[in-house]
């Protein structure tokens, strides 16, 4: 069983950056795809972007692509997301996910594991 520790959320004007980070444990983390994830009050948990376990592909949601990065560090089992140029549409908990397949990049609604989330508010 993956755990998922997320962390870096905070408040931030707009046109500001912030750089949130996943720690994983409880398996080979280089193995596994891992994705980020957000929601918004009163909207469902949308997709935000992920990466293979070998970080040689990354996929992002048109709404974030071009502004946020994510990135990954096998040695320190963590998984990073850059969001620069923010704006109050940004503004979410956002949730660091793993899927249970290893060596595959999964669909966005096969992922199964979840971080408790980390706060980002955007003020305008």
């Known amino acids: 069983q993956v755990q998922l520790v997320e962390s870096g959320g905070g408040l931030v004007q707009a046109g500001g950056s912030l750089r949130l980070s996943c720690v994983a444990s409880?398996?080979?983390?280089?193995?596994?795809?891992m994705g980020w994830f957000r929601q918004a009050p009163g909207k469902e948990r949308e997709f935000v972007a992920h990466?293979?376990?070998?970080?040689?592909?990354?996929v992002y949601a048109e709404s974030v692509k071009g502004r946020f990065t994510i990135s990954r560090d096998n040695a320190k089992n963590t998984v990073y997301l850059q969001m620069n140029s923010l704006t109050p549409e940004d503004t979410a908990v956002y949730y660091c996910a793993a899927p249970p397949r290893s060596y595959y990049f999964p669909r966005i609604n096969e992922y199964r594991s979840w971080g408790q989330g980390t706060q980002v508010t955007v003020s305008s």
């Open positions: 990466i293979t376990w070998s970080g040689d592909r990354t």
């Open positions: 409880g398996r080979t983390f280089s193995s596994y795809a």
